[in-house]
């Protein structure tokens, strides 16, 4: 089975601090996906990339940045966090847009 | 972005019961998918219906797919327990950049009581 790992399952960090979360997936997909998750609001597209070193914004791209370096592992940076990036982070990846695999989220509590 | 938008957005039934949520999007679709949440982990892919399909089946799942009316439903027969969990239907998007990528409603919230 693909698996999609997420590296933290809680994170706290405070205002301002550079955050970094990682993704890592094993089954060589090309795509990888960055979402975040609120009540209400359902799940929000920050950012995409669909290869080595190639990125997208989502509809959310602000205050985020992202990297992929290698095909296994894209990283989802919060330049200065602020209280309301607090979110349930989610990773994905995909050989196409037919079925993601989903990370098991990062809880992220912005102080 | 368009959106595919669940309903209800809550749902309690006993076990036993078969569970229905709809889905109901704007334009255009190459598929549509369906997503399963258990609280607080991350989402699982259930099902995928083409856009010139109609119906699909997958163990107690079945999804319909109306493309007239840009709707879709997720039945679940022969509910249990377990099936307790938020689903979300999600639809493709072309972006600007000409990739594709999936964007998700809002989710419905089943929950099973036993």
């Known amino acids: 089975d693909v698996k999609v790992t997420q590296s933290s399952r809680y994170l706290v960090k405070r205002t301002g601090e550079k955050v970094f979360l990682e993704c890592v997936q094993d089954?060589?997909?090309?795509?990888m996906f960055w979402y975040r998750q609120d009540p209400g609001l359902g799940l929000r597209l920050i950012y995409f990339?669909?290869?080595?070193?190639?990125?997208e914004k989502g509809d959310i791209p602000e205050g985020y940045s992202v990297s992929r370096e290698k095909k296994e592992r894209f990283s989802l940076i919060l330049e200065s966090a602020s209280t309301n990036q607090t979110s349930m982070y989610l990773c994905?990846?995909?050989?196409?847009?037919?079925?993601?695999?989903f990370g098991s989220g990062t809880r992220l509590t912005v102080v | 972005s368009q959106q595919g938008e669940e309903d209800p957005q809550a749902l309690s039934i006993q076990e036993g019961e078969n569970a229905t949520m709809n889905c109901s999007y704007k334009?255009?679709?190459?598929?549509l998918q369906w997503y399963r949440q258990n609280s607080g982990r991350g989402l699982v892919h259930l099902i995928l219906?083409?856009?010139?399909?109609r119906e699909k089946h997958s163990g107690r799942l079945r999804v319909t797919l109306d493309t007239s009316k840009k709707s879709s439903s997720l039945l679940i027969t022969a509910s249990r327990a377990a099936d307790t969990a938020s689903y979300f239907c999600?639809?493709?998007?072309?972006?600007?950049?000409?990739?594709?990528?999936?964007?998700f409603g809002k989710g419905t919230k089943l929950t099973v009581n036993p």
């Open positions: 994905a990846s995909s050989l196409s847009a037919y079925g993601y695999t």
């Open positions: 089954m060589d997909h090309e795509n």
């Open positions: 990339s669909y290869d080595v070193k190639m990125k």
């Open positions: 334009t255009s679709i190459n598929n």
């Open positions: 219906i083409r856009s010139n399909e």
């Open positions: 999600a639809t493709d998007e072309l972006t600007q950049g000409g990739s594709e990528k999936l964007v």
